[in-house]
């Protein structure tokens, strides 16, 4: 058994990017606690129970037998979100008021805004190759709310790995990567002497702030030319709005799938699950909703439950056996049925509820979960759905409303990606499977921020098995006091007056 150290999270605020701050701190009720400041925690895990969340390329031998090259290095490439202004106070202004939260203003390459940006031109980020090399690129997209569209000028990449699981690589021109994902792309320098722009821009499917912004850095070939002319740009770099190219970069995934690297379907499926993940409104009494002089708040939510923050933490009341903090009857269905996609819905389907819901699964349950997406008060877009604990397998993915008897049919068993993080695709419906085999209270969201803010998450308790192995751990001796906010923020929606502090929600 080995022993790590979990150092506080809140101790350090990332003052370009509040509002995954916030969303740490939202997790907390989940699983997660903040540790009070100048403390920290000593944890252990079984490495032996890693390797079935998908392989690591951990070495050039692995690379070169899997994929029949030679990587000479690998470099790590992290997107990340900008904001200008006292984004604390603007953050809380909003959660108070019900509006929406800020948008990013631009896009961060390994920490620089690159030369697109009077700020940052001078300290853009640069990476050096050299020709006739092959390089992993480790890509992650840390953006709060947005996805993202990834190129390199005149190069080809080939994805070979998604949320560290192998799939069959893919050779393409550009990356579609949403908030929480992660990719391991392969990149050989063969191009002429000289520098070129890797980029990233925006990928947006709903009617929000487009930003036009471009995050950049710089490869630059070792050798001896002329470093006067500007770097080359991509000139097959999708459009913001560019669905189609979208879905077809996500159609191309595939689990790897072969005798090294096999996969495990869950075929017999024990519980399935149909989720409408949906944008809404919150009242502060559902008897008043049809007043038109109401006051609605922006919200999200999970078959019509938008989550609602509980005092003490799920899996401290779970373990504890301590009640009144949350009920197991999260629905399996959506408790309204109605054409989800339409433009013209009844009214009443645009109001949630607000409860701390959970769904309990029994230990190596087999589950079948479809997500539906909705166009309730024009909120349709795509949401990346990721869950805590757990890798499960993409079967299915389409448009329009699911068809239950029909789009099974279509369902990939064969080698269907396996991830911890995958888009449901706009007015569009994504099918998953995965076996209940890791004991413990784990979190359910939309990786939007502003989506998991407003409650588009829930908890999925799986019990234990039968022997120590496949049950919950006990929490460590020395583990610190748990500290907890000031306001239930799902309380404070209301309380109009505490707007602006720059702590309460961050």
Aim: glycine share 6%; aromatic share 12%; net charge negative.
């Amino acid at each position: 058994m080995d022993q790590y150290s979990l150092h506080n999270v809140q101790s350090y605020q990332d003052r370009t990017s509040p509002t995954k701050s916030f969303s740490l701190k939202r997790k907390e009720p989940f699983g997660g606690m903040p540790i009070a400041t100048g403390h920290e925690q000593l944890f252990t895990a079984r490495l032996s129970s890693y390797p079935k969340k998908g392989p690591r390329f951990h070495s050039r031998s692995q690379m070169q037998k899997r994929l029949s090259c030679w990587v000479c290095e690998s470099y790590n490439y992290v997107s990340g979100s900008w904001y200008k202004g006292n984004l604390n106070a603007e953050v809380n202004d909003a959660m108070a008021n019900g509006s929406d939260i800020p948008h990013s203003r631009g896009w961060l390459i390994n920490g620089e805004l690159g030369d697109f940006a009077n700020c940052s031109s001078e300290t853009t980020y640069r990476w050096s190759v050299n020709y006739g090399k092959t390089y992993l690129l480790r890509i992650v997209n840390a953006v709060n709310d947005d996805q993202l569209f990834f190129a390199i000028a005149n190069h080809n990449l080939t994805i070979v790995g998604l949320d560290a699981a192998y799939i069959k690589p893919i050779a393409t021109s550009y990356v579609m990567i949403s908030p929480g994902q992660t990719m391991d792309v392969l990149l050989t320098a063969n191009r002429p002497l000289g520098q070129y722009y890797m980029v990233s821009t925006q990928f947006l499917t709903e009617s929000a702030y487009m930003n036009m912004d471009i995050g950049s850095a710089i490869i630059e070939y070792t050798g001896d030319y002329n470093f006067s002319s500007s770097p080359i740009f991509p000139d097959r770099l999708p459009e913001a709005k560019d669905v189609e190219a979208a879905m077809r970069f996500t159609g191309l995934i595939r689990s790897l799938a072969d005798e090294d690297y096999p996969i495990s379907v869950p075929l017999n499926v024990t519980m399935k699950m149909f989720i409408v993940v949906s944008m809404n409104y919150l009242c502060r009494n559902r008897t008043y909703c049809d007043d038109p002089t109401a006051h609605k708040i922006i919200a999200s939510s999970m078959n019509n439950i938008s989550w609602a923050n509980p005092t003490v933490d799920v899996l401290e009341a779970y373990y504890g056996n301590i009640s009144g903090y949350y009920t197991t009857d999260f629905p399996d269905r959506p408790l309204v049925m109605y054409n989800f996609t339409a433009k013209d819905k009844d009214d009443d389907v645009a109001i949630t509820d607000e409860a701390t819901k959970v769904k309990v699964l029994n230990y190596n349950e087999s589950v079948e979960i479809v997500f539906q997406g909705t166009d309730v008060i024009g909120g349709s877009g795509v949401h990346p759905m990721h869950m805590h604990g757990y890798s499960f397998y993409v079967v299915g993915m389409g448009q329009g409303n699911f068809n239950n008897e029909t789009d099974p049919l279509t369902y990939n068993l064969i080698d269907p990606p396996k991830a911890n993080t995958f888009i449901v695709p706009k007015s569009g419906w994504l099918a998953i499977r995965f076996v209940a085999d890791n004991p413990g209270v784990w979190f359910w969201h939309c990786h939007f921020d502003r989506h998991l803010s407003w409650g588009m998450d829930t908890v999925f308790i799986v019990k234990n098995g039968e022997t120590e192995e496949t049950s919950i751990r006990p929490p460590p001796s020395d583990m610190p006091a748990c500290i907890f906010s000031k306001h239930d923020i799902s309380i404070r929606k209301w309380d109009d007056n505490n707007a602006g502090d720059d702590q309460d929600y961050l």
